[in-house]
Nanobody, 118 residues
Framework: QVQLVESGGGLVQPGGSLRLSCAASGFMFTTYRMRWYRQAPGKERELVAGISSTGGITNYADDVKGRFTISRDNAKNTVYLQMNILKPEDTAVYYC???????????WGKGTLVTVSS
C-alpha cells in the first residue's frame, strides 16, 4: 500500500538546522511531484516547498526562501527538506505530499513535529 513516512523532526534552538526526510513506497515515486506542507497550532496547513518529478524545478513559500532547500533522490524514493536558520515561527507539524498532476492523485504522510524554541 501507499506509504509516506516522514522523519527528522524534533526540538531545535532558533538559528539551528534540521533535515526532514520522507520515504515513499507503494506508488511510482518518479512520476509524482513532491511537496512539503506545514501546519502550525491554530493555523491552516500551508505549502512550504515543492519539487518536480525529476527534481529540476523547485518552488518555495516566501518566508522560507533562502533558508529551506527541497531535494529528492529518485533512486531512494525519498524527498528531503533541509531547514536552516530556523525561527520560532517555523514550529509546526511538517507533512510530506505526493501529487500526480494528470490523474490528480494526492497522497499524504502523517507528519513530523518541528519545534523551534530556546
Amino acid at each position: 500500500q501507499v506509504q509516506l513516512v516522514e522523519s527528522g523532526g524534533g526540538l531545535v534552538q532558533p538559528g539551528g538546522s534540521l533535515r526532514l526526510s520522507c520515504a515513499a513506497s507503494g506508488f511510482m515515486f518518479t512520476t509524482y511531484r513532491m511537496r512539503w506542507y506545514r501546519q502550525a497550532p491554530g493555523k491552516e496547513r500551508e505549502l512550504v516547498a515543492g519539487i518536480s518529478s525529476t527534481g529540476g524545478i523547485t518552488n518555495y513559500a516566501d518566508d522560507v526562501k533562502g533558508r529551506f532547500t527541497i531535494s529528492r533522490d529518485n533512486a531512494k524514493n525519498t524527498v528531503y527538506l533541509q531547514m536552516n536558520i530556523l525561527k520560532p515561527e517555523d514550529t509546526a507539524v511538517y507533512y510530506c505530499n505526493a501529487f500526480e498532476i494528470i490523474r490528480k492523485i494526492d497522497y499524504w504522510g502523517k507528519g513530523t513535529l518541528v519545534t523551534v524554541s530556546s
